[in-house]
């Protein structure tokens, strides 16, 4: 992934943006030397990295906190359904998938029907594209966190992949009302566990297949 290039700024315009004084700001670098190690001083100027602003916004911070502890809370959660081999996400995660994808559904659909949607969903998948390619779909349902209804999360195998960008198409057209979000699968993203991460629990996930695959 391509670093953002570092964008510095004087002293002067820098303690403008950050609403600060030239002694907070010194005062801050001297505790924080590691940070001080960033700016960069061009003979008796010294520039300062214009992202520093965010040490002294409050909100800025508290964003990032909270930000590492989703982070923190995942890869505890990931470590510990791997030390598990005997769950469910470690066994998926070792199968090849094509796509991970999210569907936002337009209207607060209740679990049992963003269920049905994704049972119709693999049986329309199945009946256009079943006899040319063997399919499998793996889907949880999860409530919203900000407002009513649910959401599908997914990850789907095609084997051939001459027929991935049409599948695309069918999927965006099928729930064009709809927000989708579909990518190609990257199994270093640890998709699967995320989308595992609540547990699987209840009757509103499933994994699909139109062959004879062997299940747990």
Known sequence: MRKTKQQYESIKDFT?????????????????????????????????????AKYFNKEELIDEVRLLEDKID????LIDMVHDKAKYPTWLWGMEWSFFGTISHE???????????????????????????DIRLFFTTEPYGDRGGNHNHFVLYV?????????????????????????????????????????????????????????L
């Not at 995942?74 to 959660?77: A, E, L, Y």
């Open 107 to 133: 209207y607060d659909l209740s679990k049992n029907s963003c269920y049905k949607q994704m049972i119709k969903l693999f049986d329309e998948l199945h009946e256009r594209f079943g006899h040319q390619t």
């Open 74 to 77: 995942s890869m505890r959660n």
């Open 159 to 215: 084997v051939d992949d001459r027929l991935h960008q049409e599948v695309i198409e069918f999927i965006n057209e099928r729930f064009s009302r709809s927000r989708v979000e579909l990518q190609p699968y990257d199994k270093y993203e640890a998709g699967l566990f995320y989308i595992s991460k609540e547990g699987l629990q209840g009757d509103h996930w499933d994994i699909l297949f139109n062959t004879d695959e062997k299940q």
């Open 16 to 52: 403008r943006r950050a609403n600060i004084s030239r002694t907070t700001l010194h005062r801050f670098y001297v505790k924080n030397p590691d940070l001080k190690s960033e700016t960069v001083k061009k003979k008796i100027t010294r520039k300062i990295p214009i992202d520093h």
